[in-house]
């Protein structure tokens, strides 16, 4: 069952359209990002979900009822904001209870649901803390436990890992990801960095301009990307693009799918620039004005200036139709 | 004596606020304490210690006891009405309605004016022959009552016009403090199922309570400092009727030309002050967040 249904959204400042005609579902128990630029309207759509925003038109539906009108607190779903948005004047623990108090919920069923999620996010030993003297990444998982103590079937996330240092966004990822997992929440999580959609995420939504620019998993982004847009927003480095021999278009290879060679190959460049970054090499390669970046194992024995080739399989390279800048339907489906 | 050097420049900092507290609060104080032991100077019978007769002769006086009910009739009334209206006025102009700027404008429009000036305006008001609520009475055939020259309005008058005037200086603090609230802070409340009525009581109100305490205290100190209307409106009567404490210590001392008794007001007035300072910080000033 679809838990979140989202058809023909939009929603317009003034003339400009944030959301555009935006339409997908989230079925229950499934971890869907909502990925893209800044300014593609990704959080305007989560907020239009919550009830924080008016849509302009479409309709959403949470659980099987239209809450298109409807408040944000009667909506049955629970957020996670990027500022985290705790309360300082109340203590971790009241913080986590603040709905279930709201609420109305017995101050027993509180106290014993405030320690089981305490335990589950870490936060026992601070329950009596106000927020002021946590740190970034305790602030999140207060608001991480407000979102599961609540225990509704909808929980949304806008941006929560931008604010966190490298070490600990890998860390909470992999946590965010474990819970929802394990409670079988069903997660509608924005973000605009592709590593944390690809690593998360069971099915990915990326959007352009306040519209959808492709809705599928993480390998259908990477392997089948339907636009240059898709292609070049997902992977790094991006996918490198040459025009197609015959004019029709542009032909998009993934760097691992160059291959240098020292003989001719397909094409040939000099190589202007090295980047090392341990497991392998990203090599760029200049040809006819075009930068071309070919990823290879290890370190690289190439110098800038030298002559290299460039080959691939003719299996590697992704069409793409060149006014649509989209893959042609009756090409999409050659390499599955 | 790098350390000295130190100290003694931080002292030089502060010597000119100093000198200036020094000069013109708390010597004044001290005078005025050591006034309040003197009998007042005649024209014969120079100035001589009188021990607590100014203190006595207070707790005998009628018109002490009026002023001082009076002004806690008035302190009682202003203080929470021109908070509960400032707080009021901020959260509407606070959102998102039509006309705004003109509503804070109007709204903060009676600060501006100077207190003699907005007791003329409400002398207008007031007047029983042709005044504004009189000829708004006359439309549905009713008349004014003289609300400042008889005993039970007229204090009620003087408050009023306190009030009218106070609340919109309280508003501008509560609205740079509401906008100061990340709007997430409320949204997160929504969402966790809370209503409107309880994001403004466990939310919102007690973020703004440094901003609360700062105009409960200025509340207190204007409801025991400002007379200037009453000088306007009616000289303190009738026959005491709208007298308060600063007003009687005005007459004593300028009027009658007591200057012990009026020493010895002062104090009481002063005591009471502190009194109610210590009160607020030490007591609420626990039940407020800083952030």
Redesign the interface.
């Known amino acids: 069952m679809s838990e979140i249904t989202v058809a023909n959204l939009t929603k317009a400042f003034g003339p400009h359209k944030a959301v555009d005609g935006v339409s997908f579902t989230v079925s229950s128990g499934e971890f869907v990002v909502l990925l893209g630029p800044s300014g593609c309207g990704k959080s305007t759509t989560l907020r239009l979900i919550a009830g924080l925003e008016p849509p302009s038109a479409g309709s959403i539906s949470i659980h099987g009822h239209d809450v298109t009108r409807l408040g944000p607190s009667q909506r049955q779903i629970s957020m996670v904001f990027q500022s985290y948005a705790v309360f300082p004047h109340l203590d971790v623990a009241r913080n986590i209870t603040f709905g279930l108090e709201v609420r109305g919920v017995s101050k027993a069923e509180r106290q014993q649901r405030l320690a089981r999620v305490a335990d589950i996010v870490g936060l026992t030993p601070y329950l009596a803390r106000k927020p002021g003297q946590l740190s970034g990444g305790q602030r999140q998982r207060v608001a991480l436990a407000r979102a599961i103590i609540s225990e509704r079937p909808v929980c949304l996330m806008d941006e929560p890992l931008s604010n966190l240092d490298a070490k600990l966004r890998h860390e909470m990822r992999v946590e965010i990801r474990e819970l929802q997992q394990r409670l079988g929440m069903t997660m509608l999580y924005v973000t605009h960095d592709q590593i944390e959609a690809m690593t998360m995420a069971d099915r990915v939504i990326l959007m352009k301009d306040g519209r959808i620019e492709q809705d599928g998993t993480p390998a259908d982004l990477y392997e089948r990307p339907r636009t240059m847009f898709a292609a070049r927003f997902v992977g790094l480095p991006p996918m490198n693009f040459i025009p197609a021999p015959d004019e029709s278009g542009t032909v998009g290879i993934r760097a691992e799918d160059l291959k240098l060679t020292s003989g001719a190959g397909r094409l040939s460049g000099s190589v202007a620039g090295i980047e090392y970054l341990g497991a392998d090499t990203l090599v760029s390669v200049e040809w006819q004005g075009l930068s071309l970046i070919a990823r290879v194992a290890g370190a690289s024995l190439l110098k800038r200036g030298e002559t290299v080739g460039l080959s691939w399989d003719d299996a590697a390279e992704h069409h793409f139709d060149i006014r649509e800048q989209r893959r042609p339907v009756a090409r999409q489906f050659e390499h599955v | 004596m790098h350390g000295r050097f130190t100290t003694l420049h931080a002292w030089l900092l502060a010597l000119p606020a100093m000198v200036l507290l020094v000069l013109f609060t708390h010597y004044p104080i001290v005078v005025t304490l050591f006034d309040s032991f003197m009998s007042t100077p005649k024209k014969h019978r120079p100035s001589h210690f009188v021990g607590l007769d100014n203190y006595a002769a207070m707790a005998g006086d009628p018109v002490f006891w009026k002023a001082l009910t009076n002004n806690l009739i008035y302190a009682g009334a202003t203080i929470p009405i021109s908070i509960a209206l400032a707080l009021l006025m901020a959260l509407i102009v606070n959102g998102r309605i039509p006309g705004r700027p003109l509503m804070r404008m109007a709204f903060f429009t009676p600060t501006v004016l100077p207190m003699v000036a907005v007791a003329n305006i409400w002398l207008f008001f007031f007047n029983p022959n042709y005044g504004a609520i009189d000829q708004l009475l006359q439309l549905v055939g009713l008349t004014a009552p003289n609300f400042l020259g008889q005993q039970q309005t007229a204090l009620w008058c003087v408050i009023v016009v306190a009030i009218w005037k106070e609340a919109g200086f309280f508003m501008i603090f509560y609205l740079a403090a509401l906008q100061t609230i990340?709007p997430?802070?409320v949204?997160?409340?929504?969402?966790?199922?809370?209503?409107r009525w309880?994001i403004l009581r466990?939310?919102v109100l007690?973020?703004l309570?440094p901003t609360t305490l700062f105009v409960l205290i200025n509340a207190v100190i204007n409801a025991f400092r400002t007379v200037d209307h009453i000088f306007v409106l009616t000289g303190g009567g009738p026959d005491n009727a709208t007298n308060v404490l600063l007003y009687q210590i005005y007459l004593v001392g300028f009027s009658f030309w007591d200057q012990g008794y009026a020493a010895a007001l002062t104090m009481v007035l002063l005591a009471g002050l502190g009194a109610a300072a210590l009160l607020q910080f030490f007591f609420l000033d626990r039940r407020v967040?800083y952030?």
């Open positions: 990340p997430d802070l949204e997160a409340a929504a969402i966790e199922g809370a209503g309880q466990r939310v007690p973020l309570m967040h952030r």
